[in-house]
Structures are given as structure tokens and as C-alpha cells.
């Protein structure tokens, strides 16, 4: 191969190589000194770090409030990982339009091979309206349209569609596996 | 099951909750991405020690800036993680965010293109690291005293950037050649022709300092 690095004279190359492959073995074996005090500033300071979200509008007794969707991500994901059998939440996108009303809700999951995916879907839909009952209010949907507003905007959440897309199928338990563990096995 | 008023029981961790340390990595990547803190710990448990070593030795001349290194990219993959789609291992994407960071920074305190001629100095004395300890600079020394992994570090930190990276992966952190590639944006038979350079000089310098 060009670019080598030519051997000097009085090297010998394959007892280097035999140095090397100690003193890797060696190295492997190496614990930063500071490894615990470097990881608990390092995970404090992640931890900490905002992420990016949008707000959307919840009930209020007088008027509304404005929720994350890192919070109520996190409060479905829980809720629906927590009751679900044989499917776990993949992704969670939210439609919130300008007045930060939340139209539509897309929840996708992986289930488990086996498992009844209809029912699963109905129950994932039920478990994903407790949870944004308890977060925003309950979720009525918006009139048809040419109907009038039975609503205002004032009065809180008003999704129109709640979408449960099955994304994938996984072998083992969705919650502990990821459909990528198993294309690579 | 929900509770008896049909509210989910947030902010409490039921012992019905899936459970954190048998889940793969991936998996607790995308519970991460959706805020299951938890989750990230164990995350970070796992991996956080390759990431340091990795960003540790892959600037071994500045220990306090691999230190920035890894601290900036794990707030990058806290902020980053909602977006990860699981079609890479997460051990490949953190050690992608890892290297970018570390040849941002190392573009940013030396204005000189990157490029794998450029031997990094370890005449002028400064290649130092907190793991190279008493025989700091002195490989002779070293191997002499059968610490053969400072003289490797040593040698390590004389190796241009590609190649250095390339033999942390693979003999450290056990990386196949593609998952290599992944992380520095190349091609397997790229990684396969600088990890045969860079064991070949290493192996020399072991030799000419023993």
C-alpha cells in the first residue's frame, strides 16, 4: 500500500506488532481517572438542557393555559407504555395550528408480532384521551363546518382526528426492543 | 390498568413500568427522545464511558477540552434525541456527535485544515494526557517501567486525526468497519486502509522505543 510508513532499519515489524497488541490490551483496561465526577456534571448539565417544543391550549377554569408537547409527549408515552400489552409508543406528533389549538394527534407504535392490532388501536386511542383529558381538558371535536361554533376557542382542546399508525412489528417486548435491534440480529 | 377516575398516574414510576435495564439501547433512545428521563440514564450509564474515552484520546493533547467535548455532545444528544429514528445503532450517532464536536473544536483552536499528513507533534512535548500520568513525554521511560499503554498513548496522539479515530473505534470500542464508517462519514474500505497505517506506525514506534 503507498503511503506507508517504511519500516528503519533495526525495527523488527512483528515484535512492534506483539508490543501493540499488549499494550492494547493494556489500554482497554484503562479507567479515566475522573470518570464519576466527569459524568455526573456531564448529565446534569444534559439533563437541564431545553429541548425544542411547541405550546398548545388546555382548560382553565377562567380561561387557558398554554402545555408543552414535551409534557404531554411524556405523560402519553408513559401512560400508553405503562397499559399497553404487546405495543410501545414509537413516536408522538401533534397538528397544532396558530391559535395553538391541537387538531390532530398521530401516535405511532411498534406491536409486538401476535398481537390483535385493531384492538390495540382502539385501546391506544382511549388510553391517549385519558391522558390529554388529564393534561388539557377533555377533547371535544370542533363543529362540522357550516354548523356554527358550539365551541369557542376559549374553551379549550379541540382535536379533530387522533391517528394510531402501526409502524412496525417486533419479535420481542416493544418496550425493551427496538424494531432495529432486530433487523440487525 | 388506568386508575379508578380513568387520569393517567404521571410523575410517579409504577413497578408495571416497562423495565429500563433490559431494554436495548435503541429502545431506550426513543424513550429518551420522549422524555423518559430514566431511560437516559441508563442510557448514558452505558455508553458514557466510551464517549469520554473516545473524545479523551482522540484529543490527547487537551484534556479539559475533551472534557468540553463530551459534556457539549451529550447536551446535544439530550437535545437531538426526539429526532432519532433508530435507523442507526445510538452508540454510532453519540459517537458521531462525539467526533464532530471534537474536530469542531480542534478546527476552531488551530486554523489549520485537517488533513491526515499533518503529524501531530509529539516532539514539541505537549502531547499530554491526565491517563499518561508520571511518564508524561518520555516513552522510553514508559515501556521501560512495563506501562506499555502510556507509550501507546503517546504514539496514539502522533497519529493524523482519520487514523487515530479509526483505531480508537475499532480496538477500544470494538466498532465494526461499517459502524466506523458511519461515524466518520466514509466508506468501510476507507477505515480498513487507515487502521492498516495507523496499526503499522503504531507497531513501529512500539518497536523504536522499546
Known amino acids: 500500500m503507498s503511503g506507508l510508513e517504511p519500516v528503519p532499519d533495526g525495527v523488527e515489524l512483528a515484535r512492534g506488532e506483539a508490543g501493540l497488541a499488549a499494550a492494547t490490551r493494556q489500554l482497554r483496561d484503562v479507567q479515566h481517572p475522573r470518570v464519576v465526577e466527569i459524568a455526573d456534571r456531564v448529565l446534569t448539565r444534559a439533563l437541564a438542557a431545553p429541548r425544542r417544543s411547541l405550546l398548545m391550549r388546555a382548560h382553565a377554569p377562567h380561561d387557558y393555559l398554554r402545555v408543552s408537547t414535551l409534557a404531554v409527549t411524556a405523560v402519553l408515552r408513559e401512560h400508553l407504555d405503562l397499559h399497553l400489552q404487546g405495543a410501545a409508543v414509537g413516536r408522538i406528533l401533534f397538528d397544532i395550528d396558530r391559535d395553538e389549538q391541537l387538531l390532530a394527534l398521530t401516535i405511532e407504535l411498534y406491536v409486538q408480532y401476535g398481537t390483535v392490532i385493531l384492538e390495540t388501536g382502539d385501546r391506544a386511542r382511549e388510553l391517549a384521551r385519558e391522558a390529554l383529558a388529564s393534561l388539557l381538558g377533555e377533547p371535544v371535536p370542533l363543529p362540522a363546518p357550516g354548523t356554527g361554533s358550539s365551541t369557542s376557542p376559549s374553551s379549550g382542546v379541540e382535536l379533530v382526528v387522533s391517528h394510531v399508525h402501526v409502524s412496525d412489528v417486533t419479535v420481542g417486548d416493544p418496550h425493551v426492543v427496538d424494531p432495529a435491534d432486530e433487523d440487525r440480529a | 390498568m ?25 429502545a431506550l433512545a426513543r424513550r429518551a427522545g420522549m422524555g423518559d428521563r ?28 475533551a472534557e468540553d467535548v463530551v459534556q457539549e455532545s451529550w447536551v446535544k444528544a439530550w437535545q437531538a434525541l426526539p ?20 474536530l469542531d473544536r480542534r478546527r476552531r483552536r488551530r486554523p489549520l485544515a485537517v488533513d491526515n499528513e499533518i503529524l501531530e507533534p509529539l516532539a514539541r512535548g505537549s502531547a499530554r494526557t491526565t491517563l499518561a500520568g508520571e511518564n508524561d513525554g518520555d516513552p522510553e521511560r514508559a515501556y521501560l517501567s512495563g506501562e506499555l499503554w502510556r507509550t501507546l498513548t503517546l504514539a496514539l496522539s502522533e497519529l493524523p486525526w482519520t487514523q487515530r479515530a479509526c483505531w480508537i473505534l475499532r480496538e477500544l470500542e470494538d466498532m465494526s468497519y461499517s459502524e ?7 466508506t468501510p474500505t476507507v477505515v480498513r486502509g487507515q487502521l492498516h497505517r495507523a496499526r503499522r506506525t503504531l507497531a513501529i514506534r512500539m518497536e523504536q522505543w522499546r
Open chain 2, 2 to 26: 388506568p386508575s379508578h377516575d380513568g387520569r393517567p398516574p404521571h410523575g410517579s414510576r409504577s413497578a408495571a413500568q416497562p423495565p429500563v435495564p433490559d431494554a436495548s439501547d435503541n
Open chain 2, 38 to 65: 430514566a431511560a437516559f440514564e441508563e442510557l448514558f450509564a452505558r455508553l458514557f464511558p466510551g464517549t469520554l474515552r473516545f473524545a479523551t484520546h482522540l484529543l490527547a493533547d487537551d484534556t479539559a477540552v
Open chain 2, 83 to 102: 429526532d432519532f429514528h433508530g435507523t442507526a445503532k445510538v452508540q454510532t450517532w453519540l459517537f458521531t456527535i462525539v467526533q464532530r464536536t471534537a
Open chain 2, 180 to 186: 466506523i464508517a458511519h461515524v466518520l462519514d466514509t
